[in-house]
């Protein structure tokens, strides 16, 4: 007899995060996620990961009370029970994740973990990796791209972290031989909209003099004006594997777009399916960084990757503080889209903490190798868990809050959004 769901945990979890800087701020100290737990009556788990801010955590909960006698098999089905329970979130009410990016409608997010978490039950069922259960594994390793960002030497009041500071080229160029030397990272991301842009491009020349030939991208999160833009594309060409976000909105990505031969790629103007007509009319971005978290899972992530073939876009994966459930997730999807040729995102270096027992994820030559294992491959460490739980109960961090973190620290800052 199939299985069915008997009970859904959710814990919220918090593990440190350095003070990364960006357009709309500085890190908090700790960042949050949750871990979803499927229980089912043949005492198998399935789990997943999101998001851990409290307002996602009142959606999630709902709907994991209602999830128990859900067959795991039925994907379609479980769409319609997190569109019930959320009622009037899959339309009018929508969501926020950390200042930056915001979807009209909580439903994908919600939906996101509990469809991992199923297709994870699926896999360990049928003795299948879930790479499987996406078409199958096209690539055995997936290549990911070393994540530079500006950033302070510690958090106010705290020690200093392993990083240190960087806040120049040669600290970002110092960061990014820690991480080419340490995980074997093919290319580099910058994550901009700190700085002047002058001073970006600087520190992203002095990255291409260091690592000659090595992919660089440049990600200011919509930092600058169109015409800035156009002006920073021109002194970048032949420097830059892609721009991400240079200005906000699908109206100044075209208008960019149009003026320069630099690939412009997107995680911010298009993160929805409803995004997808208008950015393809105005041919606003040539590269979409998916990301199953926001896009409603696995599934509706190989269908994205379906219509940006379709239209010759091209496709890497998003990445925001994240433990090990949701890089095996990242794996396992990346694997299975023969499309998703540019090297991932991922913060994976920037933690020190997880919740999945070791030996499974691991960067060798700037890749993870696929995990042949049942499911995604992946089980949580109960210790390590529970540690992470307390950590989330006692640092009173609940949401997160770049800007305000920022402005507690500096009370004149303002965000960054198409400043200069």
């Known amino acids: 007899m199939r299985s069915r769901v008997s009970r859904v945990e959710i814990t919220p979890v918090a593990f440190a995060d350095p003070p990364l800087l960006n357009v709309v701020g500085v890190h908090q100290p700790y960042a949050l996620r949750a871990i979803v737990e499927v229980h089912t009556d043949t005492g198998l788990v399935g789990l997943g990961e999101t998001y851990g801010d409290e307002a996602i955590l009142g959606r999630l909960r709902p709907v994991a009370a209602a999830l128990p006698g859900h067959d795991p098999y039925d994907l379609n089905g479980l769409r319609r029970l997190v569109a019930d329970v959320l009622g009037g979130d899959t339309g009018g009410a929508g969501a926020s994740y950390g200042g930056m990016l915001d979807l009209s409608s909580a439903f994908a997010g919600v939906h996101s973990p509990f469809e991992v978490a199923c297709l994870d039950l699926i896999g360990r069922e049928t003795d299948r990796p879930v790479s499987d259960l996406l078409g199958g594994a096209v690539r055995d390793r997936v290549p990911f791209s070393g994540y530079l960002f500006y950033k302070w030497a510690r958090h106010p009041g705290m020690a200093e972290d392993t990083w240190g500071e960087a806040l120049d080229p040669d600290g970002i160029v110092a960061q990014a031989k820690r991480m080419v030397d340490g995980w074997g990272f093919g290319s580099l991301k910058l994550k901009g909209g700190v700085f002047d842009p002058d001073q970006e491009c600087a520190a992203i020349e002095a990255l291409a003099e260091a690592f000659p030939g090595l992919p660089l991208r440049l990600d200011p999160n919509g930092a600058w004006t169109p015409e800035t833009s156009v002006r920073v594309a021109e002194r970048l060409a032949g420097v830059v594997e892609y721009l991400e976000d240079p200005t906000p909105g699908i109206d100044g990505m075209a208008y960019v777009a149009a003026r320069t031969d630099v690939p412009l790629a997107t995680n911010m103007c298009v993160i929805a399916f409803e995004h997808l007509k208008p950015a393809v009319a105005a041919d606003a971005v040539q590269i979409v960084l998916s990301d199953h978290h926001l896009w409603g899972g696995l599934r509706p992530s190989v269908q994205l990757a379906g219509i940006c073939d ?68 992946v089980e949580l460490d109960r210790d390590l868990l529970g540690t992470l739980h307390e950590q989330y109960l006692s640092c009173g961090v609940r949401r997160r809050e770049d800007t305000v973190y920022m402005r507690s620290i500096e009370p004149g800052f303002e965000v960054n959004t198409a400043r200069w």
Request: glycine share 14%; hydrophobic share 40%.
């Open 310 to 377: 379709t239209f010759g876009m091209g496709l890497s994966m998003h990445s925001n503080s994240h433990l090990g459930v949701s890089l095996a997730a990242m794996v396992h999807l990346a694997a299975a889209t023969p499309n998703l040729t540019y090297a991932c995102d991922t913060h994976y270096p920037w933690k020190s903490e997880d919740v999945i027992a070791p030996g499974v994820l691991g960067f060798d030559g700037g890749a993870v190798e696929v995990p042949t294992g049942p499911g995604l491959g």
